[in-house]
């Protein structure tokens, strides 16, 4: 199927631009990673000479040696560490997720062991008009700092490269990208690394490597790293000392009642996101951005207690308005409750890990999520059985399920049951619901080939080929897992529930009425943003229902669908 025009508004992946501080930073750690990029190319220079690494010294010196690049660059610094150190003092629990903990770990590492090599670098030479050119910079590293420098390089790149990814993420084409980028991501701090050794190597075969630097500069610029070294570490202890003071007075003061899904109740404190909250409580909560209004996969539907919150901020109200969202849902992330709240998750966190408790599992609460529901099944299976060997009804159905249901998984679709001889499945779990309705109509197509395969291996063991019947409608359900309580602490297999799943059933039951080999719902043909040329619609009522129903009914998919 044809792929069409770039929807603008995917449900999880879409964020907001945020609010000015998260901006700032990131605007901020973009100018340094752009410094670190020009610094670093800088040294795999040193792959071919150090005449070249001077050479490219110039080209990088022009960019941020001058007063102006000095200027931006400082500004950056202060402004990435002063936006992160004022981030700490705004949680309000020392409970972090793996990447955020080796985040800051690795951010507090940089400025301890670059503060030295900085002042080095660009203080001698405006205190003491004594420039140190990549010679002398080497000589003074190699061989006693060479180890303390290939770390700092590498944490400073990981760092980098950690706060990257957890932006770019976000982005559509990101994904696809990521394996060639990943290369790139370890290739490039390598290439760094075996360049300035290997420039250090030739500087030092040469014999000359003795620096300009006297021991009395060494002691001045060791002396200035300290009292920087205190003014930052001074900075975060105290930024650390608030959060730590804060849980302390939580914990004598007034408290709040949440309660998720599942009767499950958590006293607590107010003063936290919601966010915080669940993972203050063990209570696995997705949040892709890290917790910074840039997705919308941290949403909760609020049930009750709403009244109480605070209106959504322009970074929040931003996503909300995005995804389409009403006034019951808020962002977890943004909401700091005050009183009582009832929620209820409305993205599954894929990373909960299996062996945990049931309630750390969001699809154990039940998730609502838009989809495609997709309904096969097999016409007049009941008169084919009569006419055929009971064992040849065995092979040719379990074949006829595997080559449907192997369609249904390459497109990225869930099977969610077999059911005799028909299958439910339901695309669009991974995806936005634009995504999954395309992926559901070239599950179709590929599935009405398969049949098309198994009739003309058939033989002689069919007097009739077989006909079969899908229909699919997409809307929003409920994803949960039914019956994962059970004692041995296994999970069971996902399934949708909703008037939807109903709806897709009555569809699919559709085509023994039109002789058609697809029925489908205009809501399918919308969210996939495609229209079907030359195809007769028609508006069906069907049982137990009062608004009529648009559908298509197709008796080839030999075309495929044109984009709106």
């Known amino acids: 199927m044809t792929s069409g025009k770039t929807h603008s508004s995917s449900s999880s992946s879409q964020s907001g631009r945020g609010n000015w501080r998260q901006q700032a930073r990131l605007f901020s750690g973009l100018v340094l990673f752009a410094f670190c990029v020009s610094h670093?190319?800088?040294?795999?220079?040193?792959?071919?000479?150090?005449?070249?690494?001077?050479?490219?010294?110039?080209?990088?010196?022009?960019?941020?040696?001058?007063?102006?690049?000095?200027i931006v660059l400082v500004t950056a610094a202060v402004t990435h560490v002063g936006?992160?150190?004022?981030?700490?003092?705004?949680?309000?629990?020392?409970?972090?997720?793996?990447?955020?903990?080796?985040?800051?770990?690795?951010?507090?590492?940089?400025?301890?062991?670059?503060?030295p090599h900085a002042i080095a670098t660009v203080g001698l030479d405006n205190a003491f008009d004594l420039p140190t050119d990549y010679s002398d910079t080497l000589a003074l590293l190699w061989p006693d700092n060479a180890f303390a420098q290939s770390v700092l390089l590498l944490v400073v790149w990981t760092h980098a490269m950690i706060g990257l990814h957890f932006w770019l993420r976000l982005k559509a084409w990101y994904r696809p990208y990521l394996p060639l980028l990943s290369a790139g991501a370890v290739a490039f701090p390598l290439l760094s690394l075996w360049g300035w050794i290997s420039g250090a190597r030739q500087l030092a075969a040469s014999g000359n490597s003795k620096p300009a630097v006297e021991n009395w500069h060494l002691d001045w610029v060791y002396t200035l790293a300290d009292q920087a070294r205190a003014v930052i570490f001074g900075l975060f202890f105290l930024s650390l000392a608030v959060v730590l003071v804060r849980m302390a007075i939580r914990q004598f003061g007034k408290t709040i009642t949440i309660e998720y899904p599942g009767n499950l109740v958590?006293?607590?404190?107010?003063?936290?996101?919601?966010?915080?909250?669940?993972?203050?409580?063990?209570?696995?909560?997705?949040?892709?951005?890290?917790?910074?209004?840039?997705?919308?996969?941290?949403?909760?539907?609020?049930?009750?207690?709403?009244?109480?919150?605070?209106?959504?901020?322009?970074?929040e109200a931003t996503v909300l308005k995005q995804i389409g969202a009403d006034n019951s849902v808020r962002l977890a992330c943004q909401i700091r409750p005050t009183d009582d709240l009832q929620v209820h998750p409305l993205i599954p966190v894929r990373a909960a890990e299996r062996g945990s408790q049931a309630h750390q599992d969001a699809y154990y609460w039940g998730v609502e999520r838009p989809v495609v529901i997709m309904f096969v099944d097999i016409r007049d299976f009941t008169g084919l059985t009569e006419?055929?060997?009971?064992f040849d009804v065995v092979y040719l159905l379990n074949r006829y399920l595997d080559l449907v249901s192997d369609e249904i998984r390459k497109q990225d679709g869930y099977v969610d049951k077999f059911i005799g001889d028909g299958i439910m499945a339901i695309?669009?779990?991974?995806?936005?619901?634009?995504?999954?309705?395309?992926?559901?109509?070239?599950?179709?197509r590929e599935i009405a080939k398969a049949v098309n395969v198994l009739n003309s291996e058939r033989g002689n063991n069919l007097r009739e080929p077989l006909r079969i019947g899908i229909g699919l409608h997409a809307g929003?359900?409920?994803?949960?897992?039914?019956?994962?309580?059970g004692g041995s602490g296994e999970r069971s297999s996902i399934t949708a529930l909703g008037d939807v799943v109903n709806t897709a059933s009555r569809l699919e039951a559709e085509n023994k009425t039109h002789g058609s080999l697809l029925t489908l719902s205009a809501a399918v043909l919308k969210a996939a943003e495609v229209r079907l040329p030359d195809c007769e619609t028609r508006e069906i009522v069907l049982r137990g229902k009062t608004v009529p129903l648009q559908i298509y009914s197709l008796t080839d998919l030999d075309r495929e669908p044109v984009p709106v």
């Open 40 to 70: 670093f190319l800088n040294h795999a220079l040193g792959i071919w000479s150090v005449a070249a690494m001077r050479a490219g010294e110039a080209i990088h010196h022009f960019i941020w040696g001058e007063l102006p690049g000095q």
């Open 83 to 115: 936006l992160a150190l004022w981030r700490t003092t705004r949680r309000r629990t020392l409970r972090l997720p793996l990447w955020e903990t080796l985040q800051l770990i690795l951010g507090l590492y940089i400025p301890w062991t670059l503060i």
């Open 266 to 315: 958590v006293r607590t404190a107010p003063g936290s996101s919601l966010l915080e909250i669940s993972r203050e409580n063990g209570i696995a909560h997705a949040a892709v951005c890290g917790g910074r209004a840039r997705c919308s996969t941290c949403r909760v539907k609020i049930l009750a207690g709403a009244e109480k919150l605070e209106a959504p901020g322009q970074a």
């Open 387 to 390: 006419k055929t060997l009971s």
């Open 427 to 444: 695309f669009g779990m991974e995806t936005d619901l634009r995504e999954g309705a395309r992926q559901a109509l070239r599950a179709s």
């Open 476 to 485: 929003p359900v409920i994803l949960g897992r039914i019956g994962a309580a």
